[in-house]
């Protein structure tokens, strides 16, 4: 009795374009097997020069896309700050201040109120808080503070304090000095109130 399966062995053979070929001699079977089995396995195959690119690719965006994060977590640079100096008035004579009237103060050009962020002996950083008039900018530095201590007209800075600063006119080149004689100084609230009436 025939199988059905012996059928389908038959036709397959019959398609089989090897089946027309002499068979294999036994060290010929050999030598295709150890050809077969001496192959690099995937494993320990050279990288397709394709990868490398790729993977420069990858890298390169990778790249681009941190420094547009650093560049957009990181503050961009401030201008310098705004420097002054405080020393004796060179307008008004030695013990002779005139009263802190608004009229002696309309026509000055800088007028601010600040807080003292950090006192050094050399220099004092002022952080703007308010502007009356002028363009302070958001930090003022105020140099030669030391003078004025000792001065009559004069005052010293406390860190975190608050203080009301005008600034005279200066010639070109010249650096702009803090009006003392009671003009600037901490900010009270009547000094603050002659500010508003010169610059309100």
Known sequence: MTHPDDDLRSL?????????????????ITAMANTATSQPTSASRPRSPRRPLLFGLAGAGGLAAAVIAV???????TTAATRVTMGA????AAGSCP????????????AFQARAEKVTDDLVTLQVTEVFRGEPGAVVEVAGHELSDSDYSGFGFTPGD????????????DTPQIA????????????????????G
């Open 12 to 28: 397959l053979r019959g398609a089989d374009p090897a089946a027309r070929l002499a068979p294999l001699q036994p060290d010929r």
């Open 71 to 77: 560049a957009t977590l990181t503050p961009m640079a």
């Open 89 to 92: 008035d060179p307008g008004l």
């Open 99 to 110: 009263g802190v009237l608004p009229e002696y103060l309309a026509d000055w050009k800088l």
């Open 162 to 173: 608050d203080y009301l600063i005008t600034v005279m006119d200066a010639a070109p080149g």
């Open 180 to 199: 003392l004689c009671g003009f600037s100084g901490p900010a009270s609230p009547e000094l603050r109130a002659v500010y508003e009436a010169a610059f």
